[in-house]
């Protein structure tokens, strides 16, 4: 997907941020993208051509023919693929550099998501990475996804780790904290989120912060069976686990503000950018100890990290920080300062510093660069 897209999410608001830095260097960028409802064949954002072809579920067989049959005659200095849930391969039909930025691969998680014989193929083309990938240098977003690299067989000299940014403007206090205890989630309803968890363990919660409340910000194929499970569980829908869908992202930054705590229950994330979203706003975290959650959250200090699945660890972390203040407002004061570090400018330069190792020579005063979806051109 790219940053037009409904659905897009932290993985396309990393690769938009690095990229709408590098165009206004002099680059030239294109972005190949899956397509959408609605979508554009061809579209513009802050000076980046924006190419979409085939749909989320095919993209990585349609967007390397898209490559071939509409940006073949182009030159480009380096091809960036964002190895977002899939490989597409590209050093096998591109003949320029490759720059591989990884978010975070699925793994076994995907058997969370999917049916097993989507996961299989999944799998399938991940075990493909070491072979294809093996001499091309990787970005990664945290060292537990550079770690998972290093498992799977890309040489640790090949990877650097560039950190997220974040956007100072938006994630911000903008409002006092809530009368009542405030728990929020911010993130996509899927299955492997962990949802499922935050409600048995807020169900939990309840029981000793009587006037908590759950603000779930966010959609996806699984809210239907999220809202069910809370109603099982005796979870009243408007005074104790609200489900608000996609929200205004001034109404999302005033719920994170308000909040006590924002809890991230994920198996795995490449970063957790919700986390560092939730601490710009002044607001502590409780998340699972995790792949790049372990990164994002410093323990103890600015967020508590409990056992991924265990929801009586969850419930309990949770009604600490609600119910004990003095620590609630240290952890608090430490978590801006450490959302503070992370700048988008910060990532952008430390990304193009990668770039240019990965194009073999510093760029020309208007180099070109491609995207994957993105592909990508840039």
Known sequence: MDIGAPAAGGAEVHLFEILRRW???GHTVTWLAANFPGGAEEDERDGIRIIRAGAWWNANHTLPAAYRRRLSGERFDAVIEDINKLP????????????????????????????????????????LIPLVYH???????????????VDRGIPEGNISVVHCGLDHERYRPTAPKADRPTVAFVGRLRRYKGVDVLLDAFARVVHDVPDAVLEVIGDGPHRGVLEARARQLGLDPERQARFRGFVPAATKVEILSSAHVSVCPSPKEGWGLTVVESNACGTTVVASRSPGLVDSVRDGKTGLLVPHGDAAALAAAVTTVLTDAPLRARLEVEARAWAATFTWDRCADEAHAVLERAAGAVPSPAPRAAVRGAVGAF
């Open 88 to 127: 597409f391969l590209a050093p096998r039909w591109t003949r320029a550099p490759v720059l591989a930025v990884v978010p975070h691969l699925f793994g076994t998680t995907v058997f969370a998501e999917t049916a097993w014989p989507q996961g299989l193929y999944v799998l399938a083309h991940e075990a």
């Open 23 to 25: 165009r206004a260097r």
């Open 135 to 149: 001499d091309v240098p990787f970005l990664a977003i945290s060292e537990s996804t550079r770690d998972d690299l």
